[in-house]
Each structure stands twice: as C-alpha cells, then as structure tokens.
C-alpha cells in the first residue's frame, strides 16, 4: 500500500504542475508539456493488461545522454519524473526487483530476414503490458514493448486516469524489445546467473533498458548497435544479468554480452537464457534454456516465413509464463504481437 500511495501522490503532483503552468503561462506553459500530453492521450487499451501508446516529437532522450545516462534505476526514474514534470519536482523513486526469462531466434526466408521473440516471465504477476510506437525529433522511428510494473509505479499500475497515462510515459525508457525503421531489432533476455554487469570507466553510463531505447532510436545495423554500446558503460537493471539479441535487415544476428564487465559479442541465430559467449561462462544457464535453445535451432531451417516463426514461437512457449510474443519481419519493418499465448490472434504494425 506504501508504493501505491507514493506514486499516486507523484502522479497528482505532476498533473497539479502541468496545469499550472500552462494557465500561468498559457501558450508557452502547453508548450513545454504538448508531445507528453499527445502521447498521454493516445493511449488506448486494446484488451485486459494490453495498452498502447504513441510519441511523437521530443521525450528527452538526448538530453539524458548529455547529462551522462544513468547507472541504475532510481537514477533513471529520477531524471524521467524531472522531464515529465518540466523540472519542476524532483523524486527518489523506488527500485523493481523482477525475474524473466525468453527466447528468440533470427533467419533468413523468402519473405525477408524474420525474428522470433517470447518474453516469459514466471513470478505470476498480473501486470499490465503497452506496445509504444515513437517518433523521436532526433532518432529512427520505432515499435517497442514493455511491461509496465517495471517502471516502479505499483503493484497492479494500468494506465487508465489520465495521470496514470502520463506516467506511462516512462515506458519509452523501458523497452524490452523492439524494431526500428532501419529493420534493426533488439530484445533484452536474462543470462544464464544472477551476477551484475556495472562497469565503471569514464564513458557515460546506461541500463539494460535504456541501452536498448539508444539503439533503437540511433542504429540501422548490428555493427553500428555494437559501436554504440562499446561507447557507453552498462549497468544491469533488476539486479540480474542479462544479454542482447540484436538482429538487423541484412541477416546478421549477435548475441551482446558482459562477461566479468567485460563486453562480448557473439554471432548466433538463437538466444535463450544461458551464455553462449566463448569462455569461463559459456554454457551457464538452466537445463530448460539449453533445451528450448537446441529447439529453436532445430526448427530454423523449417521456418519459411512469419507463420512458421509463430509457430515455432508457440512450440517453444510455456502456458503459465509467456507474456507476449513477436514475430519481426526486419525488411518490411513490421510486426505481429502476440498477447498470453494467444496465437490465433494478432495485433500488427508496420514502419511506413
């Protein structure tokens, strides 16, 4: 009850600070706040737990990357409650603790390059999840998902009220996969233990999340995705590991990541929940990752196009755990989201 009446108080502070100085200052006041009050209200519910949500213009992504990123969560959540609320209130937000787990797999078929993705997720929580679409004024335009208790607010947080919905904003900073209109893909998987990748150098720093918002927002291809990370320290969020599946048009498909602080980087169709990176943790992971791995790889010389991926999505899928799943089509810059397992049923999007 504690966090749900903090970040009530949050949300009434920050809507009580937009109505302020928009009729303080009138135009310039509706000025500062009109792409996040757009975006609050495109938000719409496409089913139970299922939202959706459009920005467009500017959500201080950059000006998040010249202040120097951020080396966690509440450092995060802190400058995102500062940009929604124009600077006006500061916060110390509370950090999530989460346990997931996924698979995805990348090939080549007659209908272009395609990429599988099932996020799964064990600990029972009914939270809700939001397909966000944005449209930056300085990067590429993008589809990501993510889910929303991960953005702190409250066991049980939907995006209904409308403070609810300009809080949801923040879940442009969270996304957990991912397609850009250069048919770039990235989707955040946990590793194979529960060690945590803080690198400390003078670069600026990120999180697993807000890495990928970078690369969707600036790369068109795996090289220039692992360029981008290489400039940046990364930090793990949830207090776990995790690694990178990046996929791009051209079919080329990697595996990003951090051993001993170290990145790595490794060419693999497939990715579940264990290291595959050469050396002292290549292989550390649960039995079940190994085997929906061997899976997957199995059935990629049988997937011709996005069907198949669907269908390998659900053979590899799990009744109580996946959350969503999403078959990418990386040359036609489209996607086909799959909610709870349902797949007789999509919701589909395509980059113009």
Known sequence: MKKKSKIKTVIIIIVAIILSATITTGIFGYAMFADKISAAGSVKKLEHNLYYMEYEGNYGFEEFLQNGGASSESEMAAYLI????????????????????????TTNTAEGTIMGRNFDWSNGS???????HTKPSDGYESYSTTWLDFLGFGEGFTPESFGNKYMSIAGVYV????????GLCVADLL????????????????TTTSAIRLLLDKASTVEEAVNLLSEYDMHSSIGTSHHLAISDASGKSVVVEYIDNVMTVTDTPAVTNHYLSEGSKQGIGNEESHKRFEKLLNAKSNVSDVMDMKDCLEAVSYASETQWSIVYNLDKKALDFYFHRNFESSYSYTIE
């Not at 996304?175 to 250069?182: K, S």
């Open 175 to 182: 996304p957990l996969d991912g397609i850009n209109e250069m």
């Open 126 to 132: 009914t939270g809700a999840v939001m397909i966000i």
């Open 82 to 105: 500062s940009f929604m609320s124009g600077g006006f209130w500061k916060n110390e937000p509370e950090d999530v603790s989460l346990d997931f787990g996924c698979s995805t797999l």
């Open 191 to 206: 590793a194979g233990d529960n060690y945590t990748t803080n690198q400390q150098t003078e670069k600026p720093d990120l």
